[in-house]
C-alpha cells in the first residue's frame, strides 16, 4: 500500500508531503483546483510518459517520492525484486522519480536505477489506476478476451498457447518454404548438373594454369630458349675455351701449389667445391639441352587446355581452386534438394503434432473462459446491482472463431441495463455513467483474483448523481476494507463514505499560484461536505452535511 507520498516542484504543486492509511481515501477540491495534478504525479511515479511540461515554473527539476510497503502474499512483486537483487527494508520500499528541465528523469528505487519500462512493471503489481477515460478501453471489444482472461487466471494457459501458436507459425513457414523450393527444384537442379558437368569435363586441379602458362612460354618462345642454352653450353663447358675448362686447370695449378705450401690447403678446398658445383651446372645443363624438344602439338593442346580453364574462371572463381570450391557448393545444394522430399515430409509431421498440441490447448482455454464467463457475469451483475443497477444484465458471449495469437475465441462484453432489453454491443447501450459503474465492476472483480494492494479511481463517479452515487459510494467503502482505494471525486455523497478525506485547493501566493493540499479533520470534513452539496458552508448545507454524515458518515 502507499504509506507515504511526497511531491516537489510538480506542475503548481511547491512541496507536499502526505501520509496514507488503508482503507477507503477521497480527493475533493472545487474544479479546477489542482486534483488532477495528485493523480498526474501519482501516475508519473507509476510510469506514466511525461516531459519538461510537469517541472513547476522556476524550478530546475520535479520529484516525486513514494514509501510503499508490500504484503508477504504479493510474491510476484517480491520476485520481481528478488530476481533483480532489490531488497526492502522490513517489506518497504522507496520509488523516486525526477524530471528535469532538459527533458531528462531518472528513476531508483531502493537507490537503484531502473528503467521507465522496469517502474511501470513493477507498479503495476501494486497499484492499479483508473482514470475518468478509462472506461472508453470497454468500448475496445479486442481488450474484452483481456479482461475475461484476467479474471480466468489464464496467463499461464495462455503462455503455452502462444509458445506452441509461435511454433506452429514458424513450421509452417518453413514448410511453405519447402514446398517452395521444390516447385523451383527440377530447374535449379538441371542449372547445378550443368555447372557439374562443365567442370569435371575440364577436371580442373590447383595450380595447374600456372604450370601450363610456363610451359606454353616455352614452347612458344624455343626458337629464343634453345639459342641461350646454346651459348651457355659452348662458354661453359663445350669449347676448348670453356668456363669449366679453364677452371679444371685453375683447381689442379692450386692442388699442386697446396703440396708446396699447406696454407693454401682451405683456398684448394674451396675452389674443389666450386669446380664440382660447375659440374653439375654443367650435367643438368646437359640433360636440360636434351629433353627440350620444340612440339607445335603439344603448343596447341597447352594453349587449348589454358583457354578451357580460362572460361571457367571467368564463371566460377579466379582461379582452379575456387572453381573447385563452386563445383562442392553445387553439389552439396543438389544433394539438398534432392532431400526436401524427406524433409517436407518430416515437416508434416511435426506440423501435425504442433497442431494437435494448438487444438488441445485452444479447447482447454476455450472451456475455461466459458467457464469463467458465467462466473464473471454473475459477479458483475452482482456489483452493479449494488451500484443501483439491479436489473442490469452483463453477458459474456464466446463465439468461435479463427484460430489466433489469442486462442479460437471471439470474446464480447453485451450489457442492458433495463428489465426487458436485450444485452446488446456496450458501445450502443451504455450511458457514460453506466460504462464507468461496469468499468468499476470489472475492476474489482479483477483486483479480487490478483495481489494489487492500491486501486486509485479518477472521477469513477463521472455522469452518476442521486442514490447511484450513495450505491458507488457504499460500494467504495465496502471494497475498501479489502484493498486501500483512493477516489478522486465531486460528489458528497460519495466522499462522505471516505475513511480519509484530503481537499486540494488552488490558492495565490505572492506572484505564484500553487496547489494546497490538506487532509481534513472531522470538522473540516463536515465543512467540505457541505460545500461539496450546496457550493457553500451555510446552516443549511452544514445541516445538510451532518445529517448525511450521521446516516452514511464513517
Same mark, same amino acid.
Given at each position: 500500500?502507499? $504509506? ?15 501520509? &496514507?492509511?488503508?482503507? &477507503? ?18 501516475? =508519473? ?24 510497503? #508490500?504484503?508477504? $502474499? ?22 523516486? /522519480? ?5 527533458? /531528462? ?15 511501470? $512493471?513493477?507498479?503495476?503489481?501494486? &497499484? ?21 482472461? %484476467? &479474471? ?9 498457447? %502462444? ?6 507459425? !514458424?513450421?509452417? %513457414? $518453413? ?79 692450386? !692442388? ?7 696454407? *693454401? ?120 446491482? #449494488? ?6 444484465? =452483463? ?13 479460437? +475465441? ?8 433495463? *428489465?426487458?432489453?436485450?444485452? /446488446?454491443?456496450?458501445?450502443? #447501450? ?19 483474483? +490478483? ?74 470534513? /463536515? ?28
Amino acid at each position: 500500500m502507499l $504509506e507515504e507520498l511526497n511531491i516537489h516542484n510538480y506542475a503548481l504543486i511547491d512541496s507536499v508531503s502526505l501520509s &496514507f492509511q488503508n482503507g &477507503f481515501t477521497v480527493l475533493s477540491g472545487e474544479t479546477g483546483s489542482g486534483k488532477s495534478i495528485i493523480v498526474g504525479a501519482i501516475g =508519473f511515479l507509476l510510469g506514466a510518459k511525461s516531459d519538461s511540461t510537469v517541472v513547476r515554473v522556476g524550478s530546475e527539476s520535479a520529484v516525486v517520492q513514494a514509501l510503499v510497503s #508490500i504484503k508477504p $502474499e504479493n510474491t510476484d512483486a517480491h520476485t520481481w525484486l528478488t530476481k533483480r537483487d532489490i531488497e526492502t527494508n522490513e517489506g518497504r520500499i522507496v520509488i523516486r /522519480r525526477t524530471m528535469k528541465l532538459s527533458g /531528462r528523469g531518472s528513476i531508483y528505487l531502493q537507490n537503484i536505477q531502473i528503467t521507465r519500462t522496469d517502474l511501470t $512493471e513493477f507498479m503495476a503489481l501494486l &497499484f492499479n489506476l483508473h482514470g475518468q477515460h478509462t472506461h472508453e478501453s470497454l468500448l475496445a471489444i479486442d481488450s474484452h478476451l483481456v479482461y475475461l482472461d %484476467r &479474471f480466468a487466471g489464464l496467463e499461464s494457459d495462455l503462455s503455452h498457447y %502462444r509458445k506452441l501458436f509461435s511454433v506452429y507459425s !514458424e513450421k509452417k %513457414r $518453413e514448410l511453405e518454404y519447402a514446398q517452395q523450393r521444390e516447385h523451383d527444384r527440377d530447374a535449379r537442379q538441371e542449372i547445378l548438373r550443368y555447372v557439374l558437368d562443365e567442370i569435371d569435363k575440364v577436371s580442373p586441379k590447383p595450380g595447374e594454369s600456372r604450370e601450363l602458362e610456363v610451359e606454353a612460354r616455352r614452347l612458344s618462345e624455343f626458337e629464343k630458349l634453345s639459342s641461350h642454352i646454346k651459348v651457355v653450353s659452348e662458354s661453359f663447358f663445350e669449347d676448348e675455351n670453356s668456363a669449366l675448362s679453364f677452371l679444371r686447370k685453375a683447381r689442379f695449378s692450386l !692442388e699442386n701449389a697446396t703440396d708446396i705450401d699447406e696454407s *693454401l690447403t682451405a683456398l684448394s678446398n674451396r675452389m674443389k667445391d666450386w669446380y664440382y658445383e660447375a659440374e653439375d651446372i654443367a650435367e643438368e645443363i646437359r640433360i636440360y639441352r636434351n629433353t627440350v624438344r620444340y612440339n607445335p602439338e603439344r603448343l596447341e593442346e597447352v594453349e587449348d587446355r589454358l583457354s578451357l580453364l580460362f572460361r571457367l574462371k571467368k564463371k566460377y572463381g579466379t582461379d582452379e581452386k575456387a572453381i573447385l570450391a563452386y563445383r562442392d557448393a553445387a553439389q552439396k545444394e543438389i544433394d539438398s534438394l534432392s532431400e526436401l522430399e524427406a524433409d517436407q515430409n518430416i515437416l508434416k509431421h511435426a506440423l501435425a503434432d504442433v497442431d494437435k498440441a494448438l487444438d488441445e490447448a485452444a479447447s482447454a482455454l476455450s472451456k475455461k473462459r466459458k467457464e469463467s464467463a458465467r462466473d464473471l457475469e454473475t459477479r458483475i451483475s452482482k456489483i452493479l446491482s #449494488i451500484l443501483g443497477m439491479p436489473n442490469a444484465q =452483463f453477458s459474456v458471449t464466446i463465439q468461435e472463431c479463427k484460430r489466433m495469437s489469442t486462442g479460437t +475465441d471471439a470474446v464480447e462484453f453485451l450489457f442492458s441495463a433495463n *428489465l426487458g432489453e436485450p444485452p /446488446r454491443e456496450l458501445a450502443r #447501450i451504455a450511458s457514460g455513467g453506466e460504462l464507468s459503474r461496469v468499468m468499476l465492476a470489472i475492476k474489482t472483480v479483477l483486483s479480487s483474483t +490478483d495481489t494489487l494492494e492500491t486501486l486509485i479511481f479518477d472521477e469513477i463517479d463521472s455522469g452518476v448523481g442521486g442514490a447511484v452515487a450513495l450505491a458507488v459510494g457504499e460500494y467504495l467503502a465496502q471494497i475498501a476494507q479489502l484493498k486501500q482505494i483512493f477516489c478522486v471525486t465531486h460528489l458528497a455523497s460519495i466522499a462522505l463514505r471516505a475513511d480519509h478525506h484530503i481537499k486540494v485547493e488552488k490558492k495565490d501566493q505572492g506572484n505564484r499560484t500553487v496547489t494546497n493540499i490538506t487532509v481534513l479533520d472531522h470538522a473540516k470534513k /463536515r465543512q467540505e461536505i457541505a460545500r461539496m452539496l450546496s457550493g457553500d458552508v451555510g446552516t443549511a448545507a452544514l445541516a445538510h452535511a451532518d445529517a448525511l454524515l450521521a446516516r452514511y458518515g464513517q
